[in-house]
Protein backbone atom coordinates (compact mmCIF):
# COMPACT_ATOMS: atom_id res chain seq x y z
CA UNK A 1 0.00 0.00 0.00
CA UNK A 2 3.14 2.65 0.69
CA UNK A 3 4.03 3.22 -3.46
CA UNK A 4 -0.20 3.95 -3.83
CA UNK A 5 -0.04 6.05 -1.25
CA UNK A 6 3.10 7.88 -2.61
CA UNK A 7 1.05 8.19 -5.87
CA UNK A 8 -1.55 9.49 -4.52
CA UNK A 9 0.68 12.17 -2.99
CA UNK A 10 2.18 12.92 -6.09
CA UNK A 11 -1.27 12.84 -8.00
CA UNK A 12 -1.93 15.83 -5.88
CA UNK A 13 1.20 17.57 -6.17
CA UNK A 14 0.90 17.24 -9.59
CA UNK A 15 -2.79 18.98 -9.57
CA UNK A 16 -1.40 21.29 -7.59
CA UNK A 17 1.35 22.28 -9.42
CA UNK A 18 -0.85 22.39 -12.68
CA UNK A 19 -3.64 24.37 -10.72
CA UNK A 20 -1.71 27.07 -8.97
CA UNK A 21 1.19 27.24 -12.21
CA UNK A 22 -2.18 28.93 -13.55
CA UNK A 23 -1.88 31.53 -11.23
CA UNK A 24 2.00 31.76 -11.29
CA UNK A 25 1.78 32.16 -15.02
CA UNK A 26 -0.91 35.38 -14.75
CA UNK A 27 1.48 36.67 -11.97
CA UNK A 28 4.11 36.82 -14.52
CA UNK A 29 1.50 38.36 -17.70
CA UNK A 30 0.16 40.66 -15.28
CA UNK A 31 3.76 42.74 -15.58
CA UNK A 32 3.45 43.33 -18.92
CA UNK A 33 -0.10 43.45 -19.57
CA UNK A 34 -2.27 47.28 -19.50
CA UNK A 35 -5.26 46.63 -21.48
CA UNK A 36 -8.11 46.21 -18.49
CA UNK A 37 -10.14 44.29 -20.87
CA UNK A 38 -6.97 41.83 -20.76
CA UNK A 39 -6.27 41.99 -17.28
CA UNK A 40 -10.00 40.99 -16.25
CA UNK A 41 -9.78 38.04 -18.02
CA UNK A 42 -6.51 37.19 -17.32
CA UNK A 43 -7.74 37.77 -13.25
CA UNK A 44 -10.78 35.55 -14.34
CA UNK A 45 -8.62 32.92 -15.10
CA UNK A 46 -6.54 32.93 -11.90
CA UNK A 47 -9.34 32.51 -9.83
CA UNK A 48 -11.02 29.68 -12.06
CA UNK A 49 -7.83 27.44 -11.29
CA UNK A 50 -8.87 27.59 -7.73
CA UNK A 51 -10.90 25.10 -8.61
CA UNK A 52 -8.53 22.26 -8.70
CA UNK A 53 -6.65 23.67 -6.41
CA UNK A 54 -8.22 22.90 -3.08
CA UNK A 55 -8.87 19.24 -4.49
CA UNK A 56 -5.07 18.88 -5.15
CA UNK A 57 -4.41 20.07 -1.55
CA UNK A 58 -6.35 17.87 0.05
CA UNK A 59 -5.10 14.39 -1.85
CA UNK A 60 -1.41 16.04 -1.55
CA UNK A 61 -1.96 16.01 2.16
CA UNK A 62 -4.36 12.74 2.33
CA UNK A 63 -1.24 10.54 0.38
CA UNK A 64 1.55 12.41 1.99
CA UNK A 65 0.14 11.56 6.00
CA UNK A 66 -1.05 8.05 5.02
CA UNK A 67 2.75 7.22 3.42
CA UNK A 68 4.55 8.74 6.43
CA UNK A 69 2.41 5.85 8.76
CA UNK A 70 2.49 3.67 6.06
CA UNK A 71 6.59 4.28 5.67
CA UNK A 72 7.11 4.86 9.41
CA UNK A 73 8.25 8.16 8.55
CA UNK A 74 7.05 10.30 11.30
CA UNK A 75 10.28 9.46 13.50
CA UNK A 76 12.15 11.59 11.42
CA UNK A 77 12.48 15.16 10.68
CA UNK A 78 12.56 15.91 7.29
CA UNK A 79 8.81 14.77 6.88
CA UNK A 80 8.00 17.78 10.06
CA UNK A 81 10.11 19.95 8.11
CA UNK A 82 8.37 19.51 5.13
CA UNK A 83 5.12 19.64 6.92
CA UNK A 84 6.41 22.72 8.26
CA UNK A 85 8.04 24.40 5.36
CA UNK A 86 4.48 23.76 3.34
CA UNK A 87 2.49 25.37 6.26
CA UNK A 88 4.78 28.49 6.33
CA UNK A 89 4.99 29.16 2.28
CA UNK A 90 0.81 28.70 2.29
CA UNK A 91 0.65 31.06 4.92
CA UNK A 92 2.46 33.24 3.70
CA UNK A 93 1.88 33.70 -0.12
CA UNK A 94 -1.95 34.00 1.25
CA UNK A 95 -0.83 36.94 3.06
CA UNK A 96 1.05 38.26 -0.03
CA UNK A 97 -1.46 37.55 -3.04
CA UNK A 98 -4.52 38.67 -1.21
CA UNK A 99 -4.17 41.96 -0.93
CA UNK A 100 -1.83 42.48 -4.05
CA UNK A 101 -4.52 40.83 -6.74
CA UNK A 102 -7.54 42.89 -4.69
CA UNK A 103 -5.69 46.02 -5.41
CA UNK A 104 -4.84 45.08 -9.29
CA UNK A 105 -8.46 43.98 -9.34
CA UNK A 106 -9.70 47.07 -7.83
CA UNK A 107 -8.01 49.27 -10.02
CA UNK A 108 -8.82 47.52 -13.05
CA UNK A 109 -12.46 47.75 -12.81
CA UNK A 110 -11.62 51.47 -12.14
CA UNK A 111 -10.13 51.56 -14.98
CA UNK A 112 -12.30 49.45 -17.31
CA UNK A 113 -15.26 51.68 -15.85
CA UNK A 114 -13.88 54.89 -17.04
CA UNK A 115 -12.99 56.20 -14.04
CA UNK A 116 -10.21 58.91 -14.09
CA UNK A 117 -9.03 58.42 -10.23
CA UNK A 118 -6.59 56.19 -11.96
CA UNK A 119 -3.46 57.44 -14.14
CA UNK A 120 -1.97 55.15 -16.43
CA UNK A 121 0.46 55.64 -14.76
CA UNK A 122 -0.94 54.42 -11.31
CA UNK A 123 -1.91 51.73 -12.75
CA UNK A 124 1.05 50.11 -14.59
CA UNK A 125 2.99 50.32 -11.27
CA UNK A 126 -0.31 48.08 -9.04
CA UNK A 127 0.35 45.73 -12.54
CA UNK A 128 4.52 45.75 -12.49
CA UNK A 129 4.88 45.54 -8.65
CA UNK A 130 7.73 43.38 -7.12
CA UNK A 131 5.20 41.68 -4.85
CA UNK A 132 4.02 39.41 -7.40
CA UNK A 133 8.00 38.18 -8.33
CA UNK A 134 7.78 38.15 -4.25
CA UNK A 135 5.13 35.60 -4.07
CA UNK A 136 6.33 33.51 -6.93
CA UNK A 137 10.25 33.32 -5.17
CA UNK A 138 8.46 31.83 -2.10
CA UNK A 139 6.66 29.27 -3.91
CA UNK A 140 9.23 28.23 -5.83
CA UNK A 141 11.70 28.67 -2.92
CA UNK A 142 9.62 26.26 -0.94
CA UNK A 143 8.97 23.85 -3.24
CA UNK A 144 12.34 23.17 -4.17
CA UNK A 145 13.38 22.98 -0.43
CA UNK A 146 10.56 19.98 0.33
CA UNK A 147 11.79 18.07 -2.44
CA UNK A 148 15.36 18.50 -1.92
CA UNK A 149 13.78 17.11 1.42
CA UNK A 150 11.68 14.08 -0.08
CA UNK A 151 14.43 13.35 -2.06
CA UNK A 152 17.10 13.05 0.19
CA UNK A 153 15.27 12.31 3.84
CA UNK A 154 17.88 13.90 5.57
CA UNK A 155 17.57 13.26 9.69
CA UNK A 156 17.84 17.06 10.65
CA UNK A 157 18.66 16.27 14.17
CA UNK A 158 15.14 13.81 14.29
CA UNK A 159 15.73 10.01 14.00
CA UNK A 160 14.50 6.89 16.04
CA UNK A 161 17.41 5.39 18.13
CA UNK A 162 19.03 2.43 16.03
CA UNK A 163 18.57 -0.93 17.90
CA UNK A 164 21.86 -2.13 19.12
CA UNK A 165 22.74 -5.58 17.97
CA UNK A 166 22.80 -8.75 19.81
CA UNK A 167 26.47 -9.84 20.81
CA UNK A 168 28.85 -11.39 18.10
CA UNK A 169 29.88 -10.85 14.84
CA UNK A 170 27.14 -9.75 12.76
CA UNK A 171 25.46 -12.24 10.70
CA UNK A 172 25.54 -9.96 7.20
CA UNK A 173 27.08 -7.02 6.07
CA UNK A 174 26.41 -4.80 3.52
CA UNK A 175 27.74 -1.59 1.99
CA UNK A 176 27.01 1.43 0.23
CA UNK A 177 29.10 3.06 -2.93
CA UNK A 178 27.65 6.26 -4.80
CA UNK A 179 24.72 4.50 -6.44
CA UNK A 180 24.79 0.56 -5.49
CA UNK A 181 25.18 -1.85 -3.06
CA UNK A 182 27.71 -3.62 -3.38
CA UNK A 183 26.09 -7.03 -3.20
CA UNK A 184 22.76 -7.90 -4.80
CA UNK A 185 22.20 -10.67 -1.73
CA UNK A 186 22.39 -11.28 1.38
CA UNK A 187 21.17 -14.30 3.89
CA UNK A 188 20.47 -14.28 7.40
CA UNK A 189 19.59 -17.25 9.97
CA UNK A 190 15.60 -17.34 10.18
CA UNK A 191 13.53 -17.12 13.10
CA UNK A 192 15.49 -14.85 15.54
CA UNK A 193 17.41 -11.43 16.03
CA UNK A 194 20.45 -10.49 13.87
CA UNK A 195 23.02 -7.87 13.18
CA UNK A 196 23.30 -6.42 9.99
CA UNK A 197 26.54 -3.94 9.53
CA UNK A 198 25.49 -1.38 7.14
CA UNK A 199 28.39 1.02 5.53
CA UNK A 200 27.81 4.16 3.63
CA UNK A 201 30.96 4.62 1.64
CA UNK A 202 29.98 7.81 -0.59
CA UNK A 203 28.77 11.04 0.12
CA UNK A 204 25.40 10.79 -1.21
CA UNK A 205 23.10 9.73 1.76
CA UNK A 206 21.87 6.40 1.85
CA UNK A 207 19.91 4.07 3.95
CA UNK A 208 18.62 0.21 3.95
CA UNK A 209 15.26 -0.88 4.64
CA UNK A 210 13.97 -4.69 4.84
CA UNK A 211 10.73 -5.26 2.91
CA UNK A 212 8.51 -7.80 2.21
CA UNK A 213 5.55 -7.48 -0.91
CA UNK A 214 2.70 -6.76 0.84
CA UNK A 215 3.46 -5.74 4.57
CA UNK A 216 5.36 -2.93 3.87
CA UNK A 217 8.70 -1.87 5.54
CA UNK A 218 9.94 -4.34 8.09
CA UNK A 219 12.80 -2.38 9.21
CA UNK A 220 14.04 1.06 8.19
CA UNK A 221 17.75 2.01 9.04
CA UNK A 222 18.58 5.95 9.32
CA UNK A 223 19.52 7.62 6.33
CA UNK A 224 22.78 9.28 6.72
CA UNK A 225 26.06 10.25 4.61
CA UNK A 226 29.41 8.73 4.55
CA UNK A 227 32.20 7.49 5.77
CA UNK A 228 30.10 5.64 8.13
CA UNK A 229 28.89 2.02 9.47
CA UNK A 230 26.45 1.19 11.84
CA UNK A 231 25.25 -2.13 13.07
CA UNK A 232 21.79 -2.86 13.36
CA UNK A 233 19.55 -5.16 15.55
CA UNK A 234 17.14 -6.51 13.12
CA UNK A 235 14.30 -8.32 13.96
CA UNK A 236 13.64 -12.19 13.59
CA UNK A 237 12.39 -12.74 10.37
CA UNK A 238 10.43 -15.96 8.92
CA UNK A 239 12.08 -17.80 6.48
CA UNK A 240 11.61 -16.53 3.33
CA UNK A 241 12.62 -14.39 0.48
CA UNK A 242 12.71 -9.86 1.38
CA UNK A 243 14.03 -7.04 -0.20
CA UNK A 244 16.62 -4.71 1.50
CA UNK A 245 16.13 -1.33 -0.56
CA UNK A 246 17.65 1.94 -0.09
CA UNK A 247 14.86 4.50 0.28
CA UNK A 248 16.56 7.42 -0.53
CA UNK A 249 17.35 5.60 -4.11
CA UNK A 250 14.88 2.82 -4.41
CA UNK A 251 14.95 1.96 -8.57
CA UNK A 252 19.14 1.63 -8.58
CA UNK A 253 19.75 0.65 -4.90
CA UNK A 254 17.81 -2.94 -4.07
CA UNK A 255 19.02 -6.08 -3.72
CA UNK A 256 17.44 -9.72 -1.97
CA UNK A 257 17.26 -10.97 1.87
CA UNK A 258 16.94 -14.83 2.19
CA UNK A 259 16.52 -15.92 5.61
CA UNK A 260 16.81 -19.58 6.54
Known sequence: MYRWWVYLHLLGVFGFLISHGVSVAVTFRLRKERDPARVQALLGMSSASLTGFYPSMALLLLGGVAAGFQGKWWGYGWIWWSIGILTLVTVAMYAMAKPHFSRIRFVTDAMAGGSKAVSPEAYAEALSAPRGLVIAGIGFAGLAAILFLMLFKPALGMAPDAPEAPGGPPAASLAATELAFDTA????????????????????????????????????????????????ALPALDAGTYNFVCDVHPEQMTGTLVAG
Open 185 to 232: TLSVPAGREFGLEFSNRSSLPHNVSIRRSGDGRLFIGETFTGPRTVTY
